[in-house]
């Protein structure tokens, strides 16, 4: 595991949750922070998070869905126990502590946060994009007009206007 500083400093007052994985660890729920990524699960399951009335296991899953489901402000109130953990001035969170939470960032891989259901991407094509468009805008209008329109080519391996 990567080592961080004695005195790890954190000053940002809203820490955004992600999901992450190691060689070691399956996907997980962490925070970037600096050059390291603090591991979810082993503050709640050590007790670092304990009376916030969280559902076991709920940071050792593949998406945040779950804890975004728990609302506003109970997922206010866990970024802010974080950064409170976090401060130089806490105790609560000793250097042992920080060194197993902490995970140096050039072991872990990020993944994407939310499972998100029922996408559809209407600009999977230049049509789709062109109906899409024509709905918010004239049709014979260019999409991508900024004061005059023009026209970029390639010839002979130059770009011409």
Do not use: W
């Amino acid at each position: 595991m990567g080592r961080c500083s004695k005195r790890f400093r954190f000053s940002d007052s809203k820490p955004t949750l992600g999901i992450f994985k190691t060689s070691y660890l399956s996907p997980v729920a962490g925070v970037a922070i600096g050059n390291h990524v603090l591991d979810l699960v082993y503050l709640h399951e050590h007790g670092y998070l304990d009376g916030m009335g969280l559902p076991p296991g709920i940071f050792n899953q593949k998406y945040l869905n779950d804890f975004i489901g728990l609302g506003r402000k109970k997922t206010s109130e866990v970024r802010e126990k974080i950064s409170e953990l976090l401060r130089d001035d806490h105790s609560e969170l000793d250097v042992a502590a920080r060194e197993l939470a902490l995970i140096d960032q050039s072991e872990v891989e990020m993944l994407l946060p939310v499972q998100i259901p029922n996408y559809t991407d209407f600009y999977s094509s230049e049509e789709h994009a062109t109906n899409v468009g024509s709905m918010f805008r004239d049709p014979k209008m260019p999409c991508c007009r900024i004061g005059n329109t023009f026209r970029l080519g390639i010839t002979e391996g130059r770009l011409q206007l």
